[in-house]
């Protein structure tokens, strides 16, 4: 069946780092797939997706590339800030015309001033 | 409210008993999803209404587990005979019709301790 592995947390960085938490799926056809971000006191909210091969997704710095050769999703930003402290999850559709998905376990994200 | 409600935001209860569980989605919204979160975990998918059906209920654990939505807006989660392994916390959200855009609109989530 479908399923998303993301690297386990916690992540601690300094302010301006670079950042890159890794994302791999299995899936049968071709996956829409997802990065959400929740941070402290809030519900789960969308960062960025991808929908086919090759397509790269970006919001508020972050980015991520539909890697369908390594199967892979990885997010990424070039300078970290306090305020990107968070739980980040990636998450994949299977397709068909609905919107359920399959969520990675999260990698919780701290980063210090 | 403009976003997706839950109530109550905490809820605590003893082995065995009845619970339910509130979400109020974001006006308009047509679709519906219900999610557990366990302790350590991400989201799994319990069940999605479209409109007052439950289009897809795959994700429910047992029958203890049932979910209404009877005019196509607030929906109730309702736990039978509760057991500790129940304790999570369950995430509503909420999206436009049916369309496969994969974004969803969550609300902070319903903590559920069963004791």
């Known amino acids: 069946g479908n399923s998303v592995t993301q690297m386990e947390g916690p992540v601690t960085l300094s302010e301006e780092a670079f950042l890159t938490i890794n994302c791999t799926y299995t899936a049968t056809g071709y996956p829409s797939l997802f990065w959400y971000v929740q941070y402290p006191g809030e519900g789960l909210q969308l960062l960025l997706k991808?929908?086919?091969?090759?397509d790269k997704g970006s919001n508020k710095g972050f980015e991520a590339t539909y890697r369908k050769e390594t199967t892979s999703f990885h997010l990424e930003k070039g300078s970290v800030q306090v305020s990107d402290s968070a739980v980040y999850f990636c998450?994949?559709?299977?397709?068909?015309?609905?919107?359920?998905?399959?969520f990675g376990t999260g990698t919780l994200l701290a980063v210090q001033p | 409210g403009a976003g997706v409600s839950q109530t109550p935001s905490n809820k605590v209860t003893e082995k065995g008993k009845y619970v339910e569980l509130r979400c109020d989605p974001i006006?308009?919204?047509?679709?519906l999803y219900w999610y557990r979160q366990s302790l350590g975990q991400g989201p799994e998918f319990l069940i999605y209404?479209?409109?007052?059906?439950?289009?897809?209920d795959s994700g429910l654990p047992n029958d203890r587990f049932f979910a209404v939505r009877p005019e196509g807006s607030v929906s109730t989660l309702k736990i039978q005979r509760t057991e500790r392994g129940d304790s999570a916390v369950y995430l509503c959200?909420?999206?436009?019709?049916?369309?496969?855009?994969?974004?969803?609109?969550f609300g902070e989530g319903s903590r559920l301790t069963v004791l």
């Open positions: 209404f479209q409109g007052t059906g439950a289009a897809d």
């Open positions: 006006s308009g919204h047509t679709a």
């Open positions: 998450a994949l559709n299977g397709g068909g015309a609905t919107n359920k998905l399959i």
């Open positions: 959200a909420s999206s436009l019709g049916d369309t496969n855009t994969g974004e969803l609109f």
């Open positions: 991808a929908t086919k091969a090759d």
